[in-house]
C-alpha cells in the first residue's frame, strides 16, 4: 500500500517568516501533485513535478521533487496571511489514480 | 462546463436512508475520482473512471457503496442504508491524465 506522511501536520507562523513543509513515501510515484484547500472547498491544484529532482517556482512558493521521485517539498518565502490553508500533496500512480497525504494545516498569524 | 459540478451540495439523511450524490465532470475529461474526506484529513480514495469503466472500486468502504458513470460523463455515487460513520464530504474529480486533478465543491453528508 503506498502511503504519504506529511510533516508537519500543523504549523503556525509568523507573516514574513519562511517555511518548510515535506512529503515523503517509501513508494516511487510517476509525479507528484500539491494541493491547496479552503475550508468547503474542493482541493485546488497549484503545481504537478513529474521529473526527479525537478524544482517549480510559482510566485513566492517553490517546489521540489526528490531525485527517487519519493519525496517532495513545500517552500514558502514570506509567507503571507492569505497562505493560510491546507496544503496536500498527492502522489500519482501510473493510472493516474492518486493518493493523499493527510495535510499539513498552515496558519499565518498577522 | 468550465468546472467539476456537484450536487446538491449538502446533504442530511436519516440512518438507514438511500442517498445518491452526482458529479458532472469537465467535458471531454476522461478520467474521474471519487474521494471521501473526513473533517481535518486529506481525502481517501474511494473509486476511479475511465470513460465508462469503473476500473478501481477498492477504496469502497463497504458494499452499501456503489459508483456508476454509464455514458462516461455524468457519475452517481450511491450510499445505501446510510450510517454515521458515512458522515463526510464527499469529492469528485476530474483529469485529463498526468495534468492532475480538477475538484468538484464537495458534497457534505451528514447523516443523523
Known amino acids: 500500500t503506498q502511503l504519504l506522511e506529511q510533516s508537519p501536520q500543523f504549523l503556525s507562523i509568523q507573516e514574513g517568516e519562511n517555511l518548510t513543509v515535506y512529503c515523503n513515501s517509501s513508494?516511487?510515484?510517476?509525479?507528484l501533485q500539491w494541493y491547496r484547500q479552503e475550508p468547503g472547498e474542493g482541493p485546488v491544484l497549484l503545481v504537478t513535478?513529474?521529473?526527479?529532482?525537478e524544482v517549480k517556482k510559482l510566485k513566492r512558493l517553490t517546489f521540489q521533487f526528490g531525485d527517487a521521485r519519493k519525496d517532495s517539498s513545500l517552500h514558502i518565502t514570506a509567507a503571507q496571511t492569505g497562505d493560510t490553508g491546507l496544503y496536500l500533496c498527492a502522489g500519482a500512480d501510473r493510472d493516474d489514480k492518486i493518493i493523499f497525504g493527510k495535510g499539513t494545516r498552515l496558519h499565518i498569524l498577522p | 462546463g468550465a468546472g467539476v459540478s456537484q450536487s446538491p451540495r449538502y446533504k442530511v439523511a436519516k440512518r438507514g436512508q438511500d442517498v445518491a450524490l452526482r458529479c458532472d465532470p469537465i467535458?471531454?475529461?476522461?478520467?474521474l475520482f471519487w474521494y471521501q474526506q473526513a473533517l481535518g484529513q486529506g481525502p481517501e480514495f474511494l473509486t476511479y473512471?475511465?470513460?465508462?469503466?469503473?476500473?478501481?472500486k477498492s477504496g469502497l468502504p463497504s458494499d452499501r457503496f456503489f459508483a456508476e458513470r454509464p455514458e462516461g460523463s455524468v457519475s452517481t455515487l450511491k450510499i445505501q442504508r446510510t450510517q454515521q460513520e458515512d458522515s463526510a464530504v464527499y469529492l469528485c474529480?476530474?483529469?485529463?491524465?498526468?495534468?492532475?486533478?480538477?475538484f468538484g465543491s464537495g458534497t457534505r453528508l451528514t447523516v443523523v
Open positions: 467535458s471531454g475529461h476522461v478520467s
Open positions: 513535478v513529474v521529473t526527479g529532482g
Open positions: 513508494s516511487v510515484f510517476s509525479s
Open positions: 473512471f475511465q470513460n465508462e469503466a469503473q476500473l478501481d
Open positions: 474529480a476530474s483529469s485529463q491524465r498526468y495534468y492532475g486533478y480538477t
